[in-house]
């Protein structure tokens, strides 16, 4: 119920399977889509995906932040009479108080035994399915004409653009370029120009002799539970320089390289067909000017792809801008990512640019190493945003609050005018305290990682019951956090968790032109998944993105937002109609338990 | 000493240091490429791969069978007086006095003990070398220009032609001829003509709803110790006339679509450039034409590719044939494999297109289901095959015997006249008897799978001080014999065994477009593998395959044949020098503790 209340508020997914054996809704939604979230569907093959025409007019209203959430007024007049614009604005305190409240039921003896149980029988539950079911799920699929597990809809949930690229790839890009235009200026360095040529000569190396191996930027054994060293293979040849040259957005050459590379990756998920991928760029919120020169940067070399929905992802990073005194406080930083957001809704007229480039962004991830200890325990007695000055980074939990409360504002503020909304899909779980995974069954609609919901029985339940999509990545985790075999994702999958297979970064940890079908095969081959698991996985993928209503009915069904069989189409899905029988059932099992259970608590009270 | 006499005798591969502490050798061969075996080197590409001129004259020689093998003669006279020509013959007795010889010792106590202790030792000694060498390892790599794991050779040293394409390619072939030529006649029943149409009309099928599901080629969890569901995954759709049409090379058609196909293999490993691959084609032995219609089928549809070279595979399937009465006695099995051989090398004039298909047929595997056992055991009271007509299949070590006595006499008579030799190279210890891999080591230049070395320490560590190859197949083990986490091919690599990765059915096995590399890139993240590991798997394919001198010098280094750091160019291999002088060291000191005792019980004597 708590998750619930706080996916509504900021237009999140939330199951109406457990949404009504909570209760709290009706059978039938009055409109089919109720309650989904709202994506822009891409344009039409005769449209131009970068025409600024048609942008809204301007509301006037004013936005002010206070305490590190950005308030709207209508006018000069509310502004200064302190009434904001009709629009839900989070609570501190409530939101303190129901974390605390899920951090005791994490703990509670009995209901761990009680979690720990369920998921011990979900586990077996499927076994037996698949001893008795198996072959007749095959069946299913055999009979299913024109699908296959190559032909449904794979989306890649979780990868970042900087390393959306396998290593072969960046190699062969840093040697065509220094091929085709060894003299032209590529950067700036104390008012001088540079060229290409100069930047490998002052590195003293013949791009004709780099290899994958000199280049480096292959995550190995070396880089286990060394997340400081992964984070370093991001210089090509250790060279800071390079990084900035090809694999950065603002940079001499306005981050052309970069683009060029991210199309050559779109162009291969175009000729795949059936793969698309929501790729991460950053915003750090150390300027006001970011959106808007990466909107430039999407406009002017056009990165546009059908086959592409990006991700906006902010590295917790506070503490070193701090440290460089770019920033005074926290709140400044929260201002410089939110602010430009409010104000390209509320005007879109005069930022044409941010505002078409947010049709084609869905959602803001958070991200850095989870497994970074921080002295700080949130609570409504924190510093608010404003006043933290300290050069100490703040929690996990407060970056978590104040992304949400941010977006849950911006999102209703933009359903308001008709536009599309975000969600919140931070990395969580995959190292550092379980408090984390606390924080984003509040606040996100879905997570990257989740490992660590193995340690936490009552969470990975509480997970179970949402249906909270989790993008997992089990070759990234295997060369940063935990051994292949150890991962959780096939237990995750057969006790009915909604997982997803994702890269995370190609560039650092795959082998094939292909990271995404690398992954599925690695998966298929470690853990014997059947085809029915697969294509079940893909289904997730598809339903966890970002893509639009209009794309998610034509690749898994008219009928999709319905949960159960009759919301799947094996048709375009591949998944057999028995088990996502299977699936249905057993959730409403499971849910039925808790209901009766609080029926019968509410008789002895 | 006894697999070295084995070796000479068929022109198989001794390593020299092995052969140097066995006191056996000179140290220093007269010419470096002696005791090489001999394959033909790729046509340039100004010449004709198909041409058939210039094949050498009849030498008008005789060939008789006696007691399964054949004998040269070199007139009436001769053949009369019993007087076969000047060639090794193979001798039963011996062999099967070497045998037991063997057998004794890998059941004897004390030298499994020594063994087992030494292979530990092997094992711990590299862990500690990985500690301290690793990172100058990967320093000298990073330091070697252009040469990276992607573009060094890598040969799948282990693949069937007809799985060689992945299920995918099939389907869409299989698409695309009925979608280009669905009236065309592919087959005749019984006399009546049949068209592509009329064949998926039979099966009640349209093409264009066929899936990668439906088409079952691919092995799956039921396939696991199921040799026999697995065999009947070649069928597609279950279907043994689309197998006939699609992967065979003699059918109405000519084998034109089979052909086709592997062309398309044989055309992306040209454009990958640093692939190369040893397809199996069947030859059966139940009638004498196979050869020239295998030949024809070669030369009519073109299928040469510099990227492949041929191995001919003999299922050991005689108690089928026998029970069909295709054949009276095992012997005549032997005569129509082998008599064809010998005529087409006698008289190459008449044979041509033999004479040139051989000379790009690099070896022989013998291929079938290890676990089925056998109530025969192999003996010089054994009966000789000629009067082997029973219905029972002879066991594999009579198998072995016959086929590696055949190629040895048939590798001399083309030695003699300057042609290309063969190399015996049996699938082996992939199931079934121990005893295989005591055949094998007797026989074979090198063996497919040997997994079952696991089980003896004493076979083992003979295959170390050997240096055996063995081609391993672990995603094909996955779904067959053993999952991939206990594969021991890590384990092998580590301790020194000459290993490298094979694919063995893509057909049945891969997800990806790119077999092998898939292979490289699950090992590697499985077990991970470091860049100097998967390079040193990649030269040992190199050094493994029947490429010819000129295309090893090329892709390995002038001096390949010379074993330790000095037989290593890291240029092209891009393995560590420091990683070969510990192998070279590892194994000398091995070799030293042996001959040291060998010379210490002299003394004692």
């Known amino acids: 119920m708590i998750r619930e209340k706080y996916a509504r508020l900021a237009y999140h997914r939330f199951p109406r399977t457990t949404a009504q054996y909570l209760g709290h809704r009706q059978a039938g939604a009055a409109l089919p889509e109720e309650g989904l979230p709202e994506f822009h569907p891409p344009p039409l093959p005769e449209e131009d995906p970068y025409c600024l025409d048609n942008a809204p007019p301007n509301l006037g209203y004013l936005v002010r932040m206070q305490e590190g959430i ?99 790839h960046l190699l062969r890009f840093i040697k065509h370029t220094y091929q085709t235009e060894p003299d032209r200026t590529v950067a700036e360095k104390q008012g001088q120009k540079v060229t290409l040529r100069q930047v490998f000569d002052s590195l003293h190396m013949d791009p004709y002799d780099l290899t994958v191996d000199s280049l480096d930027v292959h995550a190995g054994r070396q880089t286990f539970h060394r997340f400081d060293k992964f984070n370093s293979k991001y210089n090509p040849v250790g060279a800071s320089e390079l990084r900035d040259l090809y694999l950065k957005t603002e940079n001499y050459l306005g981050g052309e390289y970069f683009a060029r590379m991210v199309k050559e990756v779109a162009r291969e998920l175009e000729e795949s067909k059936y793969q698309y991928s929501e790729p991460r760029l950053s915003i750090y919120g150390h300027s006001p000017q970011e959106w808007s020169s990466l909107a430039h940067w999407f406009i002017q ?44 809704t509320i005007n879109p007229q005069d930022h044409r640019k941010l505002h078409l480039f947010l049709k084609y962004v869905t959602g803001f991830d958070s991200v850095d190493d989870e497994s970074k200890h921080s002295d700080h325990m949130f609570s409504d007695k924190s510093p608010s945003p404003d006043i933290w000055t300290s050069e100490q980074n703040p929690p996990y939990s407060y970056y978590l609050y104040y992304m949400y409360a941010n977006i849950m504002v911006l999102n209703n503020l933009r359903r308001e005018r008709g536009l599309s909304t975000f969600l919140f899909r931070p990395h969580c779980g995959e190292a550092g305290s379980i408090t984390h995974l606390v924080s984003a069954f509040l606040t996100a609609d879905n997570i990257s990682h989740g490992l660590l919901l193995k340690k936490s029985p009552v969470l990975q339940y509480l997970y179970y019951l949402a249906q909270i999509p989790i993008a997992m990545s089990p070759l990234s985790n295997n060369s940063l956090f935990l051994e292949y075999s150890k991962n959780p994702l096939r237990e995750f999958l057969h006790k009915g968790l909604h997982v997803s297979l994702s890269t995370d970064d190609p560039m650092q940890f795959h082998y094939t032109k292909e990271a995404l079908m690398e992954e599925y095969a690695i998966a298929a081959q470690v853990w014997k998944l059947s085809t029915c698991d697969l294509c079940e996985i893909a289904r997730n993928s598809v339903l966890q993105s970002g893509l639009s209503h209009q794309e998610k009915q034509k690749f898994l069904g008219q009928d999709y937002y319905k949960e159960g069989p009759e919301g799947n189409d094996i048709r375009k899905t591949n998944v057999a109609q028995i088990r996502m029988a299977f699936r249905h059932e057993t959730l409403c099992n499971e849910l039925s338990f808790l209901s009766d259970a609080m029926k019968s608590e509410d008789l002895n009270i």
Chains 1, 2 share one sequence.
Not at 132 to 152: A, G, Q, T
């Open 70 to 168: 950005l308030f709207v007024y209508d006018d000069q007049k509310r502004l200064e009479q302190q009434e904001p614009h009709s629009l839900p604005y989070p609570d501190l305190e409530t939101y303190t108080v129901d974390m605390s409240h899920i951090l005791a039921l994490i703990t509670d003896g009995p209901t761990k035994t009680y979690c720990h149980r369920r998921l011990n029988f979900l586990e077996s539950k499927f076994s037996l399915h698949e001893m008795l079911n198996e072959m007749s799920e095959f069946k299913e699929l055999k009979s299913n004409p024109h699908r296959d597990f190559y032909n449904v809809r794979k989306v890649d949930t979780h990868i970042h653009a900087a390393a959306c690229m396998n290593q072969k």
């Open 301 to 344: 070399h056009k990165v546009y792809s059908p086959n592409m929905r990006w991700i906006i992802q902010v590295p917790r990073i506070y503490d070193i801008f701090r440290s460089k005194k770019l920033l005074p406080n926290f709140g400044k930083m929260l201002e410089n990512i939110f602010l430009p957001l409010f104000e390209a």
